[in-house]
């Protein structure tokens, strides 16, 4: 059974930044799209960023483009959120996820596995 584990989360000030990182456990297959999400308390979850399974492709949402990079580490199981300039209205719990199937980009009740999340919480 895949299981996703996530790190990273944690509380900063308006304008820093955070690493997340995810990696599947019982698992060697790289041969996923990795994708993040997040949601904050009363909201949907929203799309943040996605990754391609050789890298090579990203897409981000709207309200983080510019800001986060989605990246994979060179064992490429491994994949890192790199959030900077963060302010308040990035605060939630922070999901990966990870998609074995062959539509790009997945949707997102395509995703066959979730991390637990992680919170990221900025302050003013």
């Known amino acids: 059974q895949v299981q996703l584990v996530e790190s990273g989360g944690g509380s900063v000030q308006t304008g820093g930044s955070l690493r997340l990182s995810c990696a599947p456990t019982?698992?060697?297959?790289?041969?996923?799209?990795m994708g993040w999400f997040r949601q904050a308390p009363g909201k949907e979850r929203e799309f943040v960023a996605v990754?391609?399974?050789?890298?090579?492709?990203?897409l981000y949402g709207d309200s983080v483009k510019g800001r986060f990079v989605v990246s994979r580490g060179d064992a490429k199981n491994t994949v890192y959120l790199n959030m900077n300039s963060l302010t308040p209205a990035d605060t939630a719990i922070y999901y990966c996820?990870?998609?074995?199937?062959?539509?790009?980009?997945?949707?997102?009740?395509?995703?066959?596995?979730w991390g637990q999340g992680t919170q990221v919480t900025v302050s003013s």
């Open positions: 990754i391609s399974r050789s890298g090579h492709a990203t």
């Open positions: 996820a990870a998609d074995f199937g062959p539509i790009w980009p997945p949707a997102i009740h395509e995703y066959d596995y």
């Open positions: 019982g698992s060697t297959d790289t041969n996923f799209v």
